[in-house]
């Protein structure tokens, strides 16, 4: 029995764990008590994650798809050169931009899969490069790129030595953090409070962390509304620092304009707040001695997500928070992704546009929501093959019953996945792969927003089953049999028909010695490698907290300046405020519900964490109940524009007037036992795909703030299908994990 020290890769907050191993089996997980930035702090998430790995659902065979939606065990070289031969053809016949791939949100822990994906994209030439950064993160992306040119050049909240945290649309107790890695968050944010500072939590419920603190409602999809109140009051009151803001930015005079002639009742009817209490928080932010404005997931979520985050950081920006003490911080990453991504050209923004919709791209991806219109249309570039890894996107993306239909008639789709899920159920091949902690890793997303810088490189610590594979490996294996390496590297190509393949570990270590604390191969002694951070066996601190004075290294721009000047956040606040936000018919604006036991929709089949009285249920206002006569516990009907489903109602006073909220990603119909028997529905059955209804700069969905109608469900020949009457309607027999019969295979198949 061994207890090696491992990191948690399940969301952004990769917590310090120790595995006990004995005769190669996880046996027993616990909380690091010496990892510098989580110190002893687990969720039970992290704990659990064993379960996974031993689940009777999980694949441990290749499966290839029967004509009758069944699925059958099938030989890696078979399944590996079937899947090459088809993709051959493909490219032959329609050019190597047909070809898609597909990168789910598991993969932010998973370098090797990771880079691997981004580099075969590259080769490939394609614009059918789809990831979960569509959903919700795309903005940051947009905004990075444009304020500090690079899309990774993401600034963080301060809350270990803040006066004064307004958050906006997080929930960090539950999520742990995003985009903001700090560990024992919670603890970390009751002290501010502790040593006399405050903490004020902006969302349509009171969730877990405004519980804790200051909680100020508001209407789903408001959070663009409050930031321009915000802003105005900051600029007409004179609290702008303005030697500081000049001295880091250009294009300071656009940004103290572009709230100019905001109208305060209008930001009071959008957001439900007092346009006084707006004002009030506008200064109490202005002149607390430091501050940070930080929003997520919530905030990015709306049809204007990308002017939202330009907002929050021009208020960080111009009240002299940015790269200061107890502010908006730049990471010290072990690997600098800016770096890397420069280096390679993956950074970038608007450099084409999707073939149909004409939306610009973000780092080399295009939208899921983009995707069945892709699939649908004929012509040069129609998406006709599709890669993907980890990703359960006719779930998480908007329009699911578009997304299934797209998957469906695919010529040919491989997933790289543990589960048949709601997606894979389509795919014409499931390959299994190797989970973390059974491959070696860092954690290649998170790293670079730690608030204790520190570098941690782990080993395998158990073999896993026997016929699964390193999912970067099988993807090197269906490019060689398309005759590319999936890489963007200078001579990668070359040096592929010369038989050498370069391992994503050796690239990632090269950028990771000659970065600000790598060894530079021996000239550095105390500097990292993968060699010493392998042998160290656990994290290695480099400092208590990120560096400040540090915005001229960090910016990307020629001129080391935050450019802040873009006409199109101009435009797109004329468009905002044209556009009427209420739906008469829908009058309820909905907003998704995260929780502490769920990671988007991969978890749900762990016993234990769907143990006690867990459900997908519609949280309602008392007032709102009663004018529709429901009560607690009634099962009720929810349409939106786009779609409708049905579930109970939950009445309670935690969520604001007139906005209803959901729990994401339940409604499960996959080979997953333990997920399908915990009911539910799923959220992105009422979410458009509408280009017109994305944010237009990003390409993000509009999942928050969506008009909805709810009224008691009604039983009987009018109520909504099933998962089974799905199945059989489409003309099979409902077997675990099958899917509606595709389209034959194509000639040469």
Not at 209 to 231: K, M, N, S, Y
Not at 723 to 735: I, L, S
């Amino acid at each position: 029995m061994v207890e090696k020290r491992v990191w948690c890769g399940i969301c952004e907050a990769s917590c310090g764990l120790v595995a006990t191993v004995e005769n190669d089996e996880i046996v027993k997980m616990r909380p690091d008590e010496d990892h510098p930035q989580s110190k002893g702090f687990a969720c039970p998430k992290g704990i659990l994650f064993p379960e996974v790995m031993k689940d009777p659902d999980r694949l441990r065979d290749p499966m290839r798809r029967m004509p009758d939606g069944s699925f059958q065990k099938v030989g890696w070289d078979e399944a590996l050169d079937d899947i090459g031969r088809r993709l051959k053809r493909v490219i032959d016949v329609h050019g190597s931009d047909a070809v898609g791939v597909g990168l789910g949100n598991a993969n932010a822990w998973n370098y090797g899969a990771f880079l691997t994906l981004f580099g075969m994209a590259t080769v490939l030439k394609t614009k059918h490069f789809y990831t979960a950064s569509s959903v919700d993160i795309n903005n940051y992306w947009v905004v990075s790129q444009l304020l500090y040119g690079n899309n990774l050049t993401n600034p963080f909240p301060d809350f270990a030595r803040t006066d004064f945290a307004l958050v906006l649309g997080a929930n960090p107790v539950v999520s742990h953090g995003s985009m903001a890695t700090i560990g024992r968050i919670r603890e970390t944010m009751l002290a501010i409070t502790d040593r006399g500072g405050r903490v004020v939590v902006v969302d349509p419920r009171r969730t877990e962390t405004a519980r804790l603190f200051e909680h100020q409602p508001i209407l789903p999809e408001g959070d663009v509304w409050l930031l321009l109140g915000l802003l105005k009051v900051i600029v007409e009151e004179g609290l702008v620092d303005d030697a500081r803001v000049r001295e880091q930015a250009s294009g300071v005079d656009f940004a103290l304009r572009i709230a100019r002639e905001v109208d305060m009742e209008r930001v009071e009817a959008e957001t439900a707040i007092p346009a006084e209490t707006v004002a009030q928080l506008a200064r109490d932010f202005a002149t607390a001695p430091s501050a940070n404005l930080y929003g997520r997931c919530g905030s990015s979520l709306g049809r204007f997500a990308s002017l939202t985050k330009y907002l929050m950081d021009v208020i960080n920006i111009v009240t002299g928070n940015l790269d200061r003490e107890g502010g908006m911080l730049f990471g010290r990453p072990m690997v600098d992704l800016e770096f890397m991504t420069k280096i390679l050209g993956a950074s970038g923004y608007d450099r084409w546009r999707t073939r149909v919709d004409d939306i610009p791209e973000v780092i080399g991806t295009s939208p899921w929501a983009t995707f069945p219109r892709e699939v649908a249309t004929p012509g040069k570039g129609q998406c006709r093959a599709m890669v993907c890894v980890a990703t359960n996107a006719a779930t998480t993306s908007p329009a699911t019953g578009a997304m299934e239909e797209a998957f469906q008639n695919l010529d040919l789709f491989v997933s790289l996945d543990p589960y048949i899920t709601e997606t894979n159920r389509f795919a014409d091949y499931v390959l299994p792969p190797k989970l973390f902690y059974e491959r070696e890793g860092f954690p290649v997303f998170s790293q670079s927003h730690n608030s204790v810088p520190h570098a941690q490189w782990t080993d395998p610590v158990v073999t896993g089953p026997p016929n699964v594979r390193d999912d970067w490996r099988t993807l090197d294996e269906i490019c060689k049999r398309i005759g590319i390496v999936p890489s963007g590297a200078p001579g990668a190509q070359l040096m592929g028909r010369l038989g050498i393949r370069i391992p994503p570990g050796v690239g990632v270590d090269l950028f990771m010695r000659i970065g600000p604390d790598g060894d530079l191969f021996g000239l550095r002694r105390k500097g990292i490698s993968r060699k010493k951070l392998l042998k160290a066996g656990g994290p290695i601190k480099f400092s208590d907290h990120c560096p400040t004075g540090v915005i001229r290294k960090k910016v990307h721009h020629k001129d080391q300046l935050v450019h802040l000047e873009h006409p199109m956040f101009a435009e797109e606040l004329e468009r905002l405020t044209a556009m009427q936000s209420s739906d008469p018919e829908h009058p309820l604006r909905i907003f998704s519900i995260r929780e502490l036991r769920s990671q988007n929709s991969w978890l749900h089949n762990v016993e234990k964490l769907m143990s006690g009285k867990r459900s997908c249920r519609l949280r309602m206002h008392p007032r709102d109940a009663e004018a529709r006569g429901l009560e607690d516990g009634a099962e009720v009907h929810i349409a939106s524009r786009w779609g409708a489903i049905e579930v109970p109602v939950e009445v309670t006073d935690d969520v604001v007037p007139g906005s209803v909220g959901l729990n994401q990603h339940w409604g499960h119909k996959g080979g997953w036992k333990v997920a399908n028997a915990a009911g539910g529905a799923r959220y992105n059955d009422l979410v458009p795909n509408d280009p017109a209804l994305l944010d237009r700069v990003s390409g993000n969905a509009w999942v928050n703030g969506i008009g909805v109608q709810v009224q008691r469900a009604v039983a009987g020949p009018g109520s909504l299908e099933t998962p089974e009457t799905v199945v059989r309607a489409a003309g099979a027999e409902p077997v675990v994990g099958a899917a509606a019969p595709r389209r034959a295979p194509v000639a040469g198949d």
